[in-house]
Structures are given as structure tokens and as C-alpha cells.
């Protein structure tokens, strides 16, 4: 097998790994092949395993995203490459993958590197991985963007040197519990996944330097990704979790993945998880992160799921109507984050513009990068309300 086809292999198959950008942030060919966002003629270099996801810093970059090796001795029940189910395996030298990555990144196709793999042997499987890392490093002097997964049973040497190398790591929690965990990947435990992320998170918080940065030029962080469906948590139960994690081991973001049901694998009859939860998950996390919401604030229903046809954000604040309306001219930030349609960005913006003179007009929020008309019902403009279309009553039982 030439190394052309191995890279497509273990590229199609880093396609389940969703801990680098949200859904919709990777666009696909009609065959789930990664493609890149362009309208030219297809480069006839271009390999499958080339995508384009979004950095930590904002930008979205081509990136090689790829497993080291598709083989597996675990049986996780999601997994298309779980040990047992009949198929292809493949795998790829630190050499041959360092050397591949140096000339599509000389021939300009991509700049930044994802990996990841199968378990072969997890102290075997991360030095390989390490290894590599230490490739583009040291023998290519590659100093972009390069996001290193952290395997379940990592010892603490080779986290450290994951951490030393990377831009960002990476430690796959998949359950929101240990329970949940079992469920999913019964060969796993949540120790061994807890360990390691708490040992990534003790190293980068020891630099103690808010603005440290990777090789790569971005501040250095942790993340994580959670299966969203298959073993029962509640979104009430995930984002329970995904907070804490924010808090206690300062976690950079969280990653959730629609679960899809993989034929051949335990859970090949298995409803599929519905992407406008995963979405919604996405949403109110933000709301975790950056606009100063706490877990058990946001409107779970009955089953502590949140809603699929309202975003987190504009059901709570119908649930609480003695919030608003707000006054846009003399509102903190912190309550102008709390209005449907106005984000850090724009909550900022008023706030400065305000300071040379009073907002009067819907308009003036809109030219200030708010969602005028999702703002409208919440809001006060010197004083009036501006016209709006009353929203539906919201039910959450």
C-alpha cells in the first residue's frame, strides 16, 4: 500500500473525531471524503485527509487531520474501528507521516496538523504518536498549528511531552459519567481518561502566563469531545459536567458529537441523535464560556433536555420576563449579554458607542453588529421600546 493510499484511509477514518471544530465547520465531498472550501478545479494533490477546521485563534485553516493507525483494541460500540468489526486497518510510521505532512505543507496545501489514532498499546500508540510530533518539530522545524490527542492510560512523561510539542491537546472524555463511559466503551474508564487531562491541565496551568502561546502561535489549551445520545444523558447532565471541567481544570472548550450509527458495530440499530441537539449543545455552552451563564440557569425541560426549535439563550430569557426590558444605554455588559440577538462583540460595541451619545433607534444596535430584530422584544432605546413582533409563548414541559 503506497503511502498516497494510506493517508486517504487514515484520513477518512479522523473524520469521527470532532475535536477540532463544531459541525458544519468541516465541509465534505458527496462521498464524507474531507474536501477543501474552494470553487477552482480540484488539485489533483489533494488528498481526502485535508480539511479545513477553525484554530483556536479564529482562523480556519487547511489542515492535515489523520489517525496514526486505524487499528484498534478496543471495543467502544460507537466506533467504526472498534476491535473485531471487519474492517480495513492501516498504519502509519511517524517518519512516513512527518515526511508526507513536510511536503504538503511546503507544497502550500496545508498548515496545520490534527492526530489522533487507534490503540495499539497505549504507551506504544502515544510514542509513536510523540514521535511524530517531535518530527515536524525538530527535523522539519514546523512551527504552525499542531493539536495532539492525549490516549486513555497516558503516562504522565508522555502527556508532558504531548504538551511540550502542542498547541493544543486533547483527552476524549466520550461520557458525560463514568456510567455513561461503560456504556460506550466498555474496555475504557474514566479514570484513565481523568488522569491524563488533569496531569495536561496541572502542566499548562504551571506556566501561570494568561497569554502563553504554543509553537503554532495560539494560546496553548485543552479540550475535550462527548458522544451526545447513545447511552442516555440528559443535556441538564452533560453540561453539568462540561461546566465543571471549565471551571476545576480550566478546560479551553468541549466538543459534542452527534452520535450516527456505524453498521457492523453494537450500536448499528441505534436511533441517531437528532444534529439540532448537537447544535443547541453547541449554543448554550457559549453561553457557559462567554456569556456568563451557569449550568443550572439555562431551561431544561422535563427530561433536562433543551430545546430543539428555540435557541438557549431566547428561551431563558422568555421564562424570565421580569429581566427585561433592558435598557440598552445604561445596561452593564453583563445584563446586555442576557438580550436574545446581542454577543460579546456587539454588547461591547454599545457600550462604546454610547459614551458619545445616546442609541435611539433599532438601527443604531444593527450597525453595531446586534441581531436588531431577535433584540427588539428585550430591549429599551432612551428610553422606548422599539416596534417588534411579540414571540410565541414558550412551554417547556
Not at 439540532?276 to 433536562?304: C, K, M, V
Request: net charge positive; proline share 8%; charged share 25%.
Amino acid at each position: 500500500m503506497d503511502i498516497r493510499e494510506k493517508l486517504t484511509l487514515l484520513g477518512q477514518a479522523a473524520q469521527y473525531d470532532d475535536c477540532v471544530a463544531p459541525a458544519g465547520d468541516v465541509q465534505r465531498d458527496g462521498r464524507g471524503f474531507f474536501a477543501p472550501q474552494t470553487d477552482a478545479a480540484p488539485d489533483p494533490r489533494v488528498l481526502p485527509c485535508i480539511s479545513h477546521l477553525q484554530a483556536p485563534d479564529g482562523q480556519r485553516k487547511p489542515a492535515l487531520k489523520i489517525l496514526q493507525t486505524s487499528a484498534c483494541q478496543n471495543r467502544c460500540r460507537y466506533c467504526a474501528f472498534s476491535a473485531g468489526r471487519d474492517t480495513r486497518r492501516v498504519h502509519v510510521t511517524p517518519d512516513e507521516l512527518a515526511r508526507s505532512f513536510d511536503l504538503m505543507y511546503r507544497a502550500g496545501l496545508v498548515e496545520s496538523m490534527f492526530l489522533s489514532s487507534g490503540i495499539i498499546g497505549a504507551r506504544r500508540t502515544m510514542d509513536e504518536m510523540i514521535a511524530t510530533a517531535e518530527l515536524l518539530r525538530e527535523k522539519y522545524r514546523f512551527r504552525g498549528y499542531l493539536h495532539l490527542k492525549i490516549l486513555p492510560g497516558a503516562e504522565a512523561a508522555q502527556v508532558a511531552r504531548a504538551v511540550e510539542l502542542a498547541d493544543r491537546v486533547s483527552v476524549n472524555l466520550e461520557g458525560s459519567t463514568a456510567d455513561r463511559l461503560a456504556f460506550l466503551a466498555p474496555d475504557k474508564r474514566m479514570a484513565e481518561l481523568i488522569g491524563p487531562l488533569r496531569t495536561a491541565a496541572d502542566l499548562i496551568r504551571r506556566r501561570e502566563q494568561p497569554a502563553t502561546l504554543g509553537q503554532g502561535g495560539v494560546r496553548l489549551g485543552l479540550s475535550t469531545q462527548f458522544v451526545v445520545g447513545p447511552a442516555g444523558e440528559s443535556d441538564r447532565e452533560l453540561l453539568n459536567t462540561v461546566q465543571t471541567l471549565y471551571r476545576e481544570v480550566r478546560l479551553a472548550r468541549s466538543y459534542y458529537s452527534a452520535f450516527r450509527p456505524v453498521p457492523g458495530t453494537p450500536l448499528e440499530a441505534a436511533a441517531a441523535t437528532d444534529p439540532r441537539r448537537e447544535h443547541r449543545l453547541y449554543q448554550a455552552d457559549w453561553l457557559l464560556r462567554f456569556y456568563g451563564f451557569s449550568a443550572d440557569e439555562l431551561p431544561f425541560d422535563a427530561a433536562g433536555l433543551l430545546r430543539a426549535d428555540v435557541d438557549p439563550k431566547t428561551a431563558w430569557a422568555r421564562v424570565h420576563p421580569e429581566r427585561f426590558p433592558v435598557e440598552v444605554n445604561r445596561a452593564p455588559v453583563s445584563e446586555l449579554l442576557r438580550v436574545p440577538g446581542i454577543g460579546p462583540h456587539s454588547a461591547r460595541a454599545i457600550a462604546a458607542a454610547r459614551r458619545q451619545g445616546a442609541l435611539r433607534e433599532i438601527g443604531d444596535l444593527r450597525k453595531l453588529g446586534a441581531r436588531a430584530d431577535q433584540a427588539a422584544p428585550y430591549v429599551l432605546l432612551s428610553g422606548k421600546r422599539p416596534p417588534y413582533q411579540p414571540p410565541l409563548p414558550l412551554d417547556l414541559a
